[in-house]
């Protein structure tokens, strides 16, 4: 199994503001184990402050359990796991024409040569109207905004092909923006950030984290802080534990569960899935939206969608040493599936906090209270239950109503 290293870049703001890491990197090193699959990071861990992974867990053994689930819902779906029709589904997501004009912005580090042949092919097997750059529905940049584009990455051309097709299943009529960084540093994924929002991208995924620092307060106010603009980000997949920018108070962080069909009225079941990132932020301060009591500071996450790879969500890559059709999970999958929620939701108010939406609105979420990713104190950390959760947040999408506002 190929394994993409990503190279480090510069330090230099490592080295003019001696940041001292809150989370141990190594915390992400190795994926939570998922029951019955063998599984591999697409992105080497980060070996360095200021450096960034992303959280796209591949399948490479083992069959999921949501390798039929797609089929009995559509005869479009041959491959395995979930797919459009499957996460609009469980999550009651409109699909005919809501989401239309309006664009999701993905930002990911280095370029994947094959995003929009890629993205054609996964949409063809559903039956998505095409989005390409010739019809206007598909665009590609660099992290300035320009045609310049990084060199290719096939471990983050994994993770691209997941997040354009999880966008893609949950929205079918939004536009995608991709906007690449130079390299996986959080100073290069924060400006492809400030080009997407400047391109007009109300909905910002980004779908990597790294170690908690004492810059973070400065990332945000200089990459994050856009009022008006949902921007989401991964929580992480190793468990309890916190990362940046996940740890943002200008970001909804998304955190994992495992989704499966059920005899229940709504049909399906959510539960914690263990590898899900949550926990109190060493840094960032606590937003006034955000009224949990056992910890001081920013609490992650606060909303969740699957990411288990044992239920893990069809995707088409062929970048690399990929031939096609794999399974995907990690909270890389969360993290654009919600950003494409806020899109059917429509555009945020002007100056509004779109993490805080889903807060005031906590009746039209799902509510995940059983599963953990570890052990912690208080419980509710760590613990699936009533109410809010550190793994699950508020819960999992029941329509787009807790994404207004």
């Not at 399948?59 to 609009?88: C, F, H, I």
């Not at 890629?118 to 998505?128: K, S």
């Not at 939004?174 to 960084?181: F, G, Q, R, S, Y």
């Not at 950390?381 to 959760?389: A, I, R």
Request: net charge negative.
């Amino acid at each position: 199994m190929r394994r993409s290293l990503s190279p480090t870049a510069p330090a230099a703001i490592v080295a003019a503001t001696a940041l001292a890491l809150a989370t141990p990197l190594a915390q992400a090193a190795a994926p939570s184990p998922s029951a019955h699959v063998a599984i591999a990071r697409s992105c080497a861990a980060p070996t360095r402050v200021d450096d960034m992974a992303c959280k796209a867990l591949k399948v490479t053994g083992g069959k999921v359990a949501s390798a039929d689930a797609e089929r009995a819902l559509t005869a479009a779906a041959a491959p395995s796991g979930y797919g459009p029709a499957s996460l609009q589904a469980a999550y009651k997501l409109p699909s005919s024409t809501a989401g239309s004009g309006r664009t999701v912005a993905i930002v990911d580090a280095y370029d994947d040569p094959k995003a929009e042949s890629d993205l054609a092919t996964y949409r063809a097997q559903y039956g998505l109207a095409a989005c390409t750059t010739a019809n206007g529905c598909f665009r590609k940049v660099g992290q300035s905004g320009t045609s310049k584009l990084p060199r290719a990455d096939a471990g983050w051309a994994e993770e691209i092909s997941l997040d354009l097709d999880m966008v893609s299943a949950a929205c079918p009529n939004c536009k995608i923006l991709l906007v690449e960084a130079t390299t996986s540093s959080m100073t290069n994924l924060g400006t492809a950030v400030n080009t997407a929002v400047s391109l007009g991208a109300k909905y910002v995924s980004n779908s990597y984290g790294g170690g908690e620092s004492s810059a973070d307060s400065s990332y945000d106010t200089t990459y994050f802080n856009h009022p008006g603009v949902a921007i989401t980000v991964s929580s992480g997949d190793g468990g309890y534990g916190v990362e940046y920018p996940a740890a943002s108070r200008y970001v909804t962080a998304v955190g994992g569960t495992s989704l499966n069909t059920a005899s229940n009225s709504r049909g399906w079941t959510d539960s914690v899935w263990s590898g899900a990132g949550s926990g109190c932020s060493g840094y960032d301060a606590k937003p006034s939206w955000q009224k949990d009591t056992g910890c001081a500071k920013r609490t992650v996450a606060d909303v969740s969608a699957v990411a288990d790879p044992q239920t893990g969500v069809a995707v088409y890559d062929t970048y690399g040493q990929d031939t096609g059709w794999e399974v995907f999970g990690g909270t890389s999958a969360s993290s654009p599936l919600i950003a494409a929620v806020y899109a059917l939701a429509g555009a945020p108010s002007q100056g509004s906090t779109p993490a805080s939406f889903p807060y005031a609105h906590t009746g039209s979420l799902n509510d995940v209270t059983s599963g953990s990713n570890g052990s912690c104190s208080p419980a509710y950390l760590c613990q699936g239950g009533s109410g809010y959760d550190g793994p699950s947040g508020l819960g999992t999408p029941n329509g787009t109503a807790a994404f207004t506002g």
